[in-house]
C-alpha cells in the first residue's frame, strides 16, 4: 500500500516538478511554519541524517516536510541502501519528498523501495496542443493574452524546454505591453530551441518546402548557434530517423523502438512522425549528403577560417536546394 507521506517526483520535465515542488515547500511553511520544513543535497545526505530528520518531532506543528534533492543520482550507493530499509517506518507527520533532476537508475534498491512504498511521480513535458495550452496558460498568468496561432508558434520555436519557455513567455509579455502577442514578435525575440528547429527543417526537406528550410537555418544562424554543432544536429537526427524507419519497417510497435534506440520519448514520437515522409533509401542518401559535407570539411575542400563559416552554410543551402528540387 503506498505510504501518502513518502513521494519521488522525477523525469524529463524537470520545471513542473520543481514548481510543484516549490508549491508544497511554500503551503507547508504557511501552515506550519518553515522551521518544519528541512531540504538535504543527496550528494552530502547520510542515512543517520536522513532518521533524524524523519523522526525528530514537528516543533509547534503537526506536519513537517522533508525535501531531498539528487540523492538517487548522487548518494552513495551503502546510505541509499539504508535509506530504503527505513522508508516504510517512516512516521506519519513527516512528509518526505525525494527530487530528481534526471532520471534515476531504475534498478536501484532506492528507486524500487520507493516505487513499491510510495508515490511515484513521473514528469512529461507537454508537447503538440499540450504544450499551446500550456504557453496560452502561463502568458494569461502574466496577465498577458495571446492567441492560439501565436501559441503554436512559439512552441514550434521554443520546443518542450519549459524552462526556456518561461523565460521566452516572460520577455514576451513585457514587450507585448498589455497587447496580445503577435507573431512577428515571436519571430523577432524568441530564441529558437536547436532540436525543434532541427525537427522543423527535417519537416521543411520531406515537404521540399525550399525557402522554409533555408530561412530555419539563417534563424538558427542569427541566433548565434554554431554552424558546425548545427551540422553536427543535423546529421544526428537522420541518423535517428534512419533507425526509427528500419524499426518501422520491421513492423516494431513504439515501445520497442524506445527500447532499442534509447533516446527521450519526444525525440522518438517526433522521429516516427517524420520517418512516414522517407523511405529508407531516401534517408541514406541523405545521410551520404551529409557525411560529404563532413569529410569536406575535414579534408579541407570546405574551408574554414576563424569565425568564417560562409563556404559551409553555403554547402547546407546546396544540401537544401537538392533535396528539395
Known amino acids: 500500500m503506498d505510504k501518502k507521506n513518502l513521494y519521488l517526483f522525477y523525469g524529463p520535465d524537470?520545471?513542473?516538478?520543481?514548481?510543484?515542488?516549490?508549491?508544497?515547500?511554500?503551503?507547508?511553511?504557511?501552515?506550519?511554519?518553515?522551521?518544519?520544513?528541512?531540504?538535504?543535497?543527496?550528494?552530502?545526505?547520510?542515512?543517520?541524517?536522513?532518521?533524524?530528520?524523519?523522526?525528530?518531532?514537528?516543533?509547534?506543528?503537526?506536519?513537517?516536510?522533508?525535501?531531498?534533492?539528487?540523492?538517487?543520482?548522487?548518494?552513495?550507493?551503502?546510505?541509499?541502501?539504508?535509506?530504503?530499509?527505513?522508508?516504510?517506518?517512516?512516521?506519519?507527520?513527516?512528509?518526505?519528498?525525494?527530487?530528481?533532476?534526471?532520471?534515476?537508475?531504475?534498478?536501484?534498491?532506492?528507486?524500487?523501495?520507493?516505487?513499491?512504498?510510495?508515490?511515484?511521480?513521473?514528469?512529461?513535458?507537454?508537447?503538440?496542443?499540450?504544450?499551446?495550452?500550456?504557453?496560452?496558460?502561463?502568458?494569461?498568468?502574466?496577465?498577458?493574452?495571446?492567441?492560439?496561432?501565436?501559441?503554436?508558434?512559439?512552441?514550434?520555436?521554443?520546443?518542450?524546454?519549459?524552462?526556456?519557455?518561461?523565460?521566452?513567455?516572460?520577455?514576451?509579455?513585457?514587450?507585448?505591453?498589455?497587447?496580445?502577442?503577435?507573431?512577428?514578435?515571436?519571430?523577432?525575440?524568441?530564441?529558437?530551441?536547436?532540436?525543434?528547429?532541427?525537427?522543423?527543417?527535417?519537416?521543411?526537406?520531406?515537404?521540399k518546402d525550399m525557402k522554409g528550410a533555408v530561412r530555419t537555418l539563417r534563424i538558427l544562424l542569427e541566433s548565434g548557434e554554431d554552424l558546425i554543432r548545427i551540422l553536427f544536429m543535423i546529421v544526428r537526427h537522420f541518423r535517428i530517423l534512419i533507425q526509427v524507419r528500419s524499426c518501422v519497417d520491421q513492423k516494431m510497435n513504439r515501445s520497442q523502438i524506445g527500447q532499442k534506440i534509447k533516446e527521450h520519448p519526444y525525440v522518438i514520437t517526433t522521429a516516427l512522425g517524420q520517418s512516414k515522409h522517407f523511405n529508407l533509401p531516401t534517408l541514406a542518401h541523405i545521410y551520404e549528403l551529409l557525411l560529404k559535407i563532413d569529410n569536406d570539411i575535414k579534408g579541407g575542400r570546405i574551408r574554414m577560417t576563424g569565425n568564417d563559416t560562409t563556404e559551409l552554410q553555403l554547402a547546407l543551402e546546396k544540401f537544401i536546394v537538392r533535396l528539395c528540387q
Open 14 to 207: 524537470t520545471y513542473s516538478a520543481w514548481n510543484k515542488s516549490r508549491f508544497w515547500r511554500k503551503e507547508f511553511e504557511k501552515k506550519y511554519g518553515d522551521f518544519n520544513v528541512s531540504i538535504f543535497d543527496g550528494e552530502h545526505l547520510s542515512a543517520a541524517d536522513f532518521y533524524e530528520a524523519v523522526n525528530s518531532v514537528p516543533f509547534l506543528g503537526e506536519k513537517k516536510l522533508i525535501l531531498v534533492r539528487d540523492f538517487l543520482r548522487d548518494g552513495r550507493d551503502e546510505e541509499q541502501k539504508k535509506v530504503a530499509e527505513k522508508l516504510e517506518d517512516i512516521p506519519d507527520f513527516s512528509f518526505v519528498l525525494f527530487i530528481e533532476q534526471e532520471n534515476p537508475d531504475a534498478r536501484t534498491t532506492l528507486f524500487k523501495k520507493l516505487k513499491q512504498v510510495g508515490v511515484v511521480e513521473e514528469f512529461e513535458p507537454p508537447v503538440g496542443p499540450q504544450l499551446a495550452a500550456w504557453i496560452q496558460q502561463q502568458v494569461a498568468q502574466k496577465k498577458g493574452t495571446i492567441g492560439p496561432r501565436e501559441a503554436r508558434l512559439l512552441a514550434d520555436t521554443v520546443g518542450p524546454n519549459l524552462w526556456q519557455m518561461n523565460q521566452e513567455i516572460e520577455k514576451l509579455t513585457v514587450y507585448a505591453q498589455e497587447k496580445p502577442i503577435s507573431a512577428d514578435a515571436i519571430e523577432q525575440l524568441a530564441s529558437p530551441n536547436l532540436s525543434t528547429s532541427i525537427f522543423k527543417f527535417t519537416d521543411q526537406l520531406s515537404s
